[in-house]
């Protein structure tokens, strides 16, 4: 299974940091690759940079793949509804692209085009922080699948 994660901003040293962590413990259960594009911070207008920023992540996207966004507008899965989807994408055999946008968000289109949308819930979190929980939820779901001891949930 391939998993790509576009993602507006370069994170934090400390965020960059549990990233690849969770990154490296990934690439034992998945072909695993982040791809970070700038933030259209100096737009002249918040509908200008995040009509840039998702014109930079499309270009990025995978041909074929099934595009996963997050946004507040999304399915609040529970851990293991993100096993259950990662068990069907495994089925689906089709590479899949999580978008994260920046401060702003993402773009109502780049959302319309996406295959499934995924909430964090409706805490507002800094985008560097849900780029961390996102790589961390990936881990915890392949433990679930593979009946690892590290998911100590109900």
């Given at each position: 299974?391939?998993?790509e994660v576009l993602?507006?901003?370069?994170?934090?040293?400390y965020y960059r940091e549990a990233c690849d962590d969770y990154a490296r413990r990934l690439k034992r259960y998945l072909s695993f690759s982040e791809q970070e594009i700038k933030e259209a911070s100096r737009s002249?207008?918040?509908a200008v940079q995040l009509s840039e920023e998702a014109r930079r992540l499309t270009a990025k996207l995978r041909p074929g793949s099934t595009i996963v966004a997050l946004t507040r507008v999304g399915s609040p899965w529970s851990t293991r509804d993100l096993a259950g989807e990662i068990e069907r994408w495994?089925?689906?055999s089709r590479p899949i692209s999580l978008v994260i946008g920046g401060s702003r968000g993402l773009d109502t289109t780049l959302v319309q085009k996406a295959g499934r949308r995924w909430s964090l819930g409706p805490l507002t979190l800094p985008h560097e922080l849900a780029r961390v929980v996102v790589f961390e939820q990936l881990y915890r779901a392949f433990t679930i699948l593979k009946g690892e001891p590290y998911h100590k949930g109900a």
């Open positions: 299974m391939e998993v993602a507006v901003g370069k994170l934090r040293s002249p207008t918040t495994l089925v689906g």
